[in-house]
């Protein structure tokens, strides 16, 4: 079955550091990929998302490529900032329109 | 900006007890979402509903676990007879058609069975 694997958090990084939050994945056919981003208080929002081999998403900075052969899609930010501060959710679906199959997420405290 | 909201944000039930989660999805949204996230695990998918019917439910929304969408602005989420192991955050997403993948999620509802 598809299944996801993040890195264990939390991630604490200074204001300014460059972010890589790990993601792997486990799919049958070819799944789409995202992130999707859930703020203290607030419902996961995506953040970005890829559909095919070597798609690159990016929004607000973040930044993740489609690694077919490594099957990953880790997520990058070059300079965090404090309000990136947030839990971090790698996601999958199928070809078509099925459901999410998430990560577990991972924290990431951006500090001043 | 719309937004799926959720109530109550925080529930605690006893063992056995029946208990409704409410979802208030994006007005003109049709796809509608329920997921769950046991501490210290994954979030993980429920059911799916389009067109007034489940299209597709996973392996823990069994016969204790119904959904219903009362009206034109509810989406309801009911545990019959809760257990311990129903204690979780439940979220409650949606989306529109035209764009199925991309879901807004509600701030979800803590369940804490007793």
């Known amino acids: 079955g598809n299944s996801v694997t993040q890195m264990e958090g939390p991630v604490t990084l200074s204001e300014e550091a460059f972010l890589t939050i790990n993601c792997t994945y486990t799919a049958t056919g070819y799944p789409s990929l995202f992130w999707y981003v859930q703020y203290p208080g607030e419902g996961l929002q995506l953040l970005l998302k890829a559909t095919k081999a070597d798609d690159k998403g990016s929004n607000k900075g973040f930044e993740a490529t489609y690694r077919k052969e490594t099957t990953s899609f880790h997520l990058e930010k070059g300079s965090v900032q404090v309000s990136d501060s947030a839990v971090y959710f790698c996601?999958?679906?199928?070809?078509?329109?099925?459901?999410?199959?998430f990560g577990k997420g991972t924290m990431l405290l951006v500090s001043p | 900006e719309p937004e799926v909201t959720q109530t109550p944000s925080h529930q605690v039930t006893q063992m056995g007890q029946e208990v409704i989660l409410r979802c208030v999805p994006i007005?003109?949204?049709?796809?509608f979402y329920w997921y769950r996230q046991i501490l210290g695990q994954k979030v993980e998918f429920l059911v799916s509903?389009?067109?007034?019917?489940?299209?597709?439910k996973s392996e823990i929304f069994d016969d204790q676990f119904s959904v219903e969408r009362p009206d034109g602005s509810n989406f309801t989420l009911k545990i019959r007879s809760t257990k311990l192991e129903d204690s979780a955050m439940y979220f409650c997403?949606?989306?529109?058609?035209?764009?199925?993948?991309?879901?807004?999620f509600g701030s979800g509802t803590q369940l804490s069975v007793l």
């Open positions: 509903f389009y067109n007034n019917e489940i299209s597709e």
């Open positions: 997403a949606s989306s529109e058609e035209g764009s199925r993948e991309k879901l807004f």
């Open positions: 007005s003109n949204h049709l796809y």
């Open positions: 996601a999958l679906s199928d070809s078509g329109y099925s459901t999410l199959t």
